[in-house]
């Protein structure tokens, strides 16, 4: 398969494209084949290798990963034995966190992992725009904060990518939104549901 690949630390000029082996999934993962993958600015400051100190999540000399990439659109090709929340042909979008590995053509997935079934309303391109802050915040919501009706929640950030999408989710499950964000967007954070805003 293609993929673009970095074996350093720099500006965009760090990718080359190259032919590496497909990705075999494992018997809980999918292979997905990619229609669409994000780039955000997280990716773009990684890539850098500044500030430092994010080195130590993503290697410290060069990067651990060679192929880049988190949010990603595709259709599932292929299915591990213990799969059984997707199906051959599904279209699914997701986050590559662990791994990264969105930049190619293929990537192989734990079905426990970030990953949904792509609603019929939404194109591959606009699916992968939303991983950053949709599916991670849901994954954060839902699977880790257990998100109910009634509770009260803080959401500092909340006009970033992940604070946009928390705000709309928490407010779907019934629970009350309190926003931070600065005076600039306070409107904006009203406007996608937030009960109070702190500036």
């Given at each position: 398969m293609k993929a673009m690949i970095t074996t350093s630390y720099g500006s965009?000029?760090?990718?080359k494209l190259e032919n590496v082996a497909k990705p075999v999934p494992t018997p809980n993962q999918m292979l997905i084949k990619i229609h669409a993958s994000s780039v955000t600015k997280a990716d773009t400051m990684m890539r850098t290798g500044k500030p430092f100190i994010?080195?130590?999540?993503t290697g410290l000399r060069k990067p651990k990963h060679s192929i880049w990439g988190t949010g990603f659109a595709g259709v599932v090709e292929a299915i591990g034995s213990e799969v059984t929340q997707f199906k051959v042909g599904h279209q699914v979008f997701g986050e590559s966190l662990d791994t990264m590995g969105t930049y190619a053509e293929y990537i192989a997935i734990s079905e426990n992992g970030i990953v949904a079934h792509l609603p019929e309303n939404l194109s591959f391109e606009e699916a992968a725009g939303m991983c950053d802050g949709g599916i991670t915040s849901l994954n954060f919501l839902v699977n880790l904060g257990?998100?109910?009706?009634g509770q009260n929640v803080l959401i500092n950030g909340a006009s970033g990518s992940l604070g946009t999408a928390a705000i709309q989710i928490v407010k779907h499950f019934g629970a009350a939104v309190t926003?931070?964000?600065?005076?600039?967007?306070i409107n904006m954070v009203k406007?996608?549901?937030?009960?109070?805003?702190i500036d």
């Open positions: 965009p000029d760090v990718f994010g080195r130590l999540f257990k998100i109910k009706s926003g931070v964000c600065s005076s600039r967007n406007k996608l549901g937030a009960d109070h805003v």
